[in-house]
T-cell receptor, first 115, second 108 residues
Framework: KAGVTQTPRYLIKTRGQQVTLSCSPISGHRSVSWYQQTPGQGLQFLFEYFSETQRNKGNFPGRFSGRQFSNSRSEMNVSTLELGDSALYLC??????????????FGPGTRLTVL | TQLLEQSPQFLSIQEGENLTVYCNSSSVFSSLQWYRQEPGEGPVLLVTVVTGGEVKKLKRLTFQFGDARKDSSLHITAAQPGDTGLYLCAGGYGDMRFGAGTRLTVKP
């Protein structure tokens, strides 16, 4: 089975621009979560999508948004980029188990640099 | 918000030594996961512990879930340079929370 794929792997933008990141989950996984990872804050939860609906949202400003398509692929958008948005953005997919397990499988990430 | 605290933050040891890293919380978790992350890559799931008191072994790695399901530990026996990486514990359902991680360096 192919793993989680993320595109692009690297991205350089300037302040004020917007960016869209893409994630393709493992086949059969319907839940996709996004995380921001920085040296200072670690791995922080952005949002989770399940069946095209945002089910959970972390504590990030409205500039961060996402969506999920009917094939479970997901995109994340950041508008009006700030220097502090420079980070590794990770996507993870999971096969939701209603028994309490939420094992996440991560993609390689998109390294975003804002200049 | 369920917070996970990991210790130590950094650990540098020689090949062949044993080590233990900890993941603690004041909240009860239905399960905890341990991940290892290498530079520039996404975290890789190592194990999930579900039952209080559970012990799971993965080659030289031993994972334990506390009886009260509030804490977990990872013990590595005879560490090797290939064990070098960032070890993360995580828990939650839907909005997964991660600890800050333990950065392990194993020197040959």
């Amino acid at each position: 089975k192919a793993g989680v794929t993320q595109t692009p792997r690297y991205l350089i933008k300037t302040r004020g621009q917007q960016v869209t990141l893409s994630c393709s989950p493992i086949s059969g996984h319907r839940s996709v979560s996004w995380y921001q990872q920085t040296p200072g804050q670690g791995l922080q939860f952005l949002f989770e999508y399940f069946s095209e609906t945002q089910r959970n949202k972390g504590n990030f400003p409205g500039r961060f948004s996402g969506r999920q398509f009917s094939n479970s692929r997901s995109e994340m958008n950041v508008s009006t980029l700030e220097l502090g948005d420079s980070a590794l953005y990770l996507c993870a997919s999971s096969l939701i188990s209603f028994g309490g397990l939420n094992e996440q499988f991560f993609g390689p990430g998109t390294r975003l640099t804002v200049l | 918000t369920q917070l996970l605290e990991q210790s130590p933050q950094f650990l540098s040891i020689q090949e062949g030594e044993n080590l233990t890293v900890y993941c603690n919380s004041s909240s009860v978790f239905s399960s905890l996961q341990w991940y290892r992350q290498e530079p520039g890559e996404g975290p890789v799931l190592l194990v999930t512990v579900v039952t209080g008191g559970e012990v799971k072994k993965l080659k030289r790695l031993t994972f334990q879930f506390g009886d009260a399901r509030k804490d977990s530990s990872l013990h590595i026996t005879a560490a090797q340079p290939g064990d070098t990486g960032l070890y993360l514990c995580a828990g939650g359902y839907g909005d997964m929370r991660f600890g800050a991680g333990t950065r392990l360096t194993v020197k040959p």
